[in-house]
């Protein structure tokens, strides 16, 4: 391979990719960048395996076509410090030459035959589904939801965002078993019933992506069990869970709540705020905080080995008195998320029972979290 490129794009087009790329010592040559010249194009491609994302961008010149394997790191870091808008890439004895005007520097490549062969060419003809959304407004959707799901790989039909469509409504939902998160989104056409699992990578590494581009509409459809979002310039495939999701719905279809607390979003966080201080390195039960009901008071308890707080607060709370010990963290999770001037809303059920937190009279963004077992 022998190219000129323009250096700011490649570096633009690199920082795409290696937001899917993670260090694998087992697997080394998918801890690097792959390009390839594709026409006048050159071709970008990084994988975890489970996640690909791939790019392109014009070359100035081809003058030899061709596929390289890099490590990215310490080229990006050299690229970022030269001075030519362009500069010449070539493939010596087994080595990349980079060149520009007043310096030249070799790396080394590994086998691009050996690079895993991923499914990057679109079949539309095999498309299952299709939607088309806001990039920002996906990417604010994941943000509202993720933090819900389990963060390890031990389970992955947890380790999840779940995406469910029903009339012209499509469905995020994510749950660690401890919590769950239900947010539902309108859409002009929805064709037909789709119910996959996404893998949180997967969102992790595009809800980064959205963040660093400019506002676009993204397409996502299914082809032979992967997922794929596109923008105009940018392809994200990514396998889908097989596994069985948990059965939420009778989770959410739960209307035994028979008493309620109402509270400013703002008010209620500054309370949070304050108690994590305390609990946050709590030995024993870790965020963990009582909160008492009384009339129309609430008073909230934090203890950790060397100091504890205590906060009181005249509230509209109806319902009979209840004491119940509540994660202030995964409180704060869901709160962060919602408009702080608006009032919101826990239902409880009792002091071993899940509590729903909604913003007041919104139906499409829920929470659900459990309890954790009170101390005497």
Known sequence: MKIRIQRIEFLKRLRIIEKT???????????????????????????????????????????????????????????????????????????????????????????????????????????????????????EIFEKIKYAASPSSDNLSINCIRLESEDNRLKFITTDTYRLVYLEKELERIKSKIEVSIPLNTVEALTKLLRSIESTEITFYFINRQIFFKTPDVLIVSRIIDMAFPNYKGILLNNNYNKKLTINAEIFMKILKRITIFVRNNNETKYGATFYFNGKEMQVHGVNEVAKINEELVVNYEGENMKIALNTKFLSDFIQNLNKSKDITLEFVASNSSVKIKENDVEDYLYILMPLALKE
């Open 21 to 139: 790329i993670n260090e694998n010592k087992i697997k080394p040559i998918i801890s690097c960048a792959y390009i390839e010249t594709r026409g006048d194009n050159l071709f970008f491609c990084g994988t975890n395996l489970e996640t690909t994302i791939t790019t392109e961008m014009q070359c100035k010149e081809i003058i030899e076509a061709g596929k390289l394997v890099f490590q990215y790191q310490l080229i990006e870091e050299y690229l970022k410090e030269l001075k030519d808008d362009t500069v010449i890439f070539s493939e010596i004895d087994g080595n990349l030459l980079i060149e520009s005007s007043d310096s030249s520097s070799e790396f080394s490549l590994m086998n691009a035959e050996d690079f895993p062969k991923i499914l990057v060419n679109e079949n539309f003809s095999e498309k299952i589904e299709e939607f088309k959304i806001n990039s920002i407004e996906l990417a």
